[in-house]
C-alpha cells in the first residue's frame, strides 16, 4: 500500500467511526505517530495533507522539529514520557503535550516554555497496570490543581493507553472510564486509541487518535 493509499484508508475509517457514533469528522484530530520514521517520511505525509504529527521520544522530536522547519503548518506532539532533564526540547517543539503523569516534568516544562503555553494532557493509567506510565485516576484531581498552577502550561484533558489486546473491543470500558473521569474533571480532550483500536476510541469519544503502524507500516527497528 501506498503512503497515499495508507492515509485515505485511515481517514475513511475514521470519517465512518464519526458517523457511527454520530459526531463531526472535525471533533478528531488524527495524530499522525511517526516515532522512529526518517523525517522524509514525514515530508511525504506533510505533502499529502497531514499536519499533526506525534513523536516519543524528546530528542528525535527535537531533530525533526528542526530538519522539518520549512514545512508550513506542522504541529508536533510529544506522545511519550519525558524526563525532567529532556522537557525542554518538549518545551521548544510540541504544541501538545500527551503523557504528563509528573510534577517535577510540569515544572521543567513550564520553566522552558515560552510563547503559548504548553497545551497538555494528563496521561492515567486507568488499568493499574504495573509495567505503564501515567497517574492512577485517583490521583488525577490533585495533578490537575498542581499544574493549573504552573503559568506556561493548560491541562486541556486526559490520555490513557489500555492494556494490549488483539480484540479492539477489549479497550472500550477503558475508554469509557477515561472519558468519565474527563467529564468529571471538566476536561474535554481524551487522547485515546493507536492502531488497534482507534475506531472503538472515537465511539467513546476520542477528540485525538495516535495512529502509527496503520500509516506508515511497521517501525524500522
Ligand atoms: C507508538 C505509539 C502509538 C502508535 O501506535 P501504533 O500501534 O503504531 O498506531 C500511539 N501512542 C503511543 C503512546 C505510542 O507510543
Known amino acids: 500500500?501506498?503512503?497515499?493509499?495508507?492515509?485515505?484508508?485511515?481517514?475513511?475509517?475514521?470519517?465512518?467511526?464519526?458517523?457511527?457514533?454520530?459526531?463531526?469528522?472535525?471533533?478528531v484530530t488524527l495524530v499522525a505517530v511517526s516515532k522512529l520514521h526518517p523525517p522524509q517520511l514525514i515530508r511525504e505525509a506533510h505533502g499529502l495533507g497531514q499536519r499533526v504529527f506525534g513523536e516519543n521520544y524528546a530528542q528525535e522530536l527535537r531533530d525533526k522539529h528542526a530538519?522539518?522547519?520549512?514545512?508550513?503548518?506542522?504541529?508536533?506532539?510529544?506522545?511519550?514520557?519525558?524526563?525532567?532533564?529532556?522537557?525542554?526540547?518538549v518545551a521548544k517543539a510540541a504544541t501538545v503535550f500527551h503523557a504528563l503523569d509528573r510534577l517535577d516534568v510540569a515544572q521543567a516544562l513550564s520553566q522552558r516554555r515560552e510563547g503559548a503555553p504548553l497545551r497538555c494532557l494528563l496521561q492515567?493509567?486507568?488499568?493499574?497496570e504495573a509495567t505503564k506510565a501515567g497517574i492512577s485516576p485517583e490521583g488525577a484531581r490533585t495533578l490537575l490543581e498542581q499544574v493549573r498552577a504552573l503559568p506556561n502550561l493548560t491541562v486541556v484533558g486526559l490520555t490513557t493507553l489500555p492494556p494490549l489486546h488483539e480484540d479492539p473491543?477489549?479497550?472500550r470500558p477503558y475508554f469509557q472510564a477515561l472519558a468519565t473521569l474527563a467529564r468529571g474533571l471538566g476536561l474535554e480532550a481524551l487522547s485515546m486509541g493507536t492502531t488497534g483500536d482507534y475506531e472503538v476510541a472515537i465511539e467513546e469519544g476520542a477528540t485525538l487518535v495516535r495512529v502509527g503502524t496503520a500509516l506508515f507500516g511497521a517501525r524500522p527497528t
Request: glycine share 6%; hydrophobic share 50%; aromatic share 6%.
Open 1 to 27: 500500500m501506498s503512503l497515499r493509499e495508507a492515509f485515505a484508508a485511515v481517514e475513511a475509517r475514521v470519517a465512518a467511526a464519526c458517523a457511527r457514533a454520530g459526531r463531526p469528522r472535525s471533533a
Open 67 to 89: 530538519a522539518l522547519a520549512d514545512l508550513p503548518g506542522l504541529e508536533w506532539h510529544a506522545i511519550g514520557p519525558v524526563q525532567p532533564k529532556n522537557a525542554k526540547y
Open 169 to 171: 473491543n477489549a479497550s
Open 124 to 128: 492515567v493509567n486507568v488499568a493499574g
